[in-house]
């Protein structure tokens, strides 16, 4: 018999906790975003779109090794590597990425292609506004994805190939 009120009494004890949270909970104030009319406001290690970053210089840092590519689980990552020369350098390295292709439509934004990287070329920024109804515009591409060019920065020579019997 005393096991049995001692039950009884351990239940109630543990229903009135329950009911004293949910009474605080209900007495605190809500907390309401005004998007879109304000920015949302978003911590730091928050997961965006993706950013393709540029050194001092204003060269590309990507340098094409495949690596983000490799780490994602999704296979939402294409890149085409093409070689730098001396008239043409877009990036630090060797190779650059002519062509970097991330399909939103299959990415979980798991940040494995940011830990990847060894030129951290590759960064999440705050992006978020991406839906779509057709989803081939969720495919972004590198132009899409490359950050601007800091002010005072002169960009890199770009010098087109000339056509076969030309000068």
Do not use: W
């Amino acid at each position: 018999m005393a096991s049995l009120i001692n039950e009884v009494l351990s239940n109630a004890a543990a229903i009135a906790k329950g009911m004293s949270i949910t009474l605080v909970e209900m007495m605190s104030p809500t907390v309401t975003e005004d998007y879109p009319d304000a920015p949302p406001k978003f911590q730091e290690r928050f997961r965006g779109v993706h950013e393709l970053q540029r050194d001092e210089h204003g060269l590309e840092k990507c340098v094409a090794c495949f690596l983000c590519a490799a780490a994602c689980p999704t296979q939402c990552i294409y890149i085409e590597a093409a070689e730098n020369t001396e008239k043409t350098r877009i990036s630090g390295g060797e190779r650059y990425a002519s062509v970097y292709n991330i399909d939103y439509s299959r990415c979980i934004f798991c940040g494995y292609c940011v830990e990847a990287c060894p030129t951290d070329a590759i960064t999440h920024g705050h992006g978020f506004e991406i839906a779509s109804y057709n989803t081939s515009t969720l495919v972004y591409r590198k132009e899409q994805m490359l950050v601007q060019i800091a002010p005072g920065v002169k960009p890199p020579v770009v010098h087109e190939p000339v056509a076969a019997g030309g000068h």
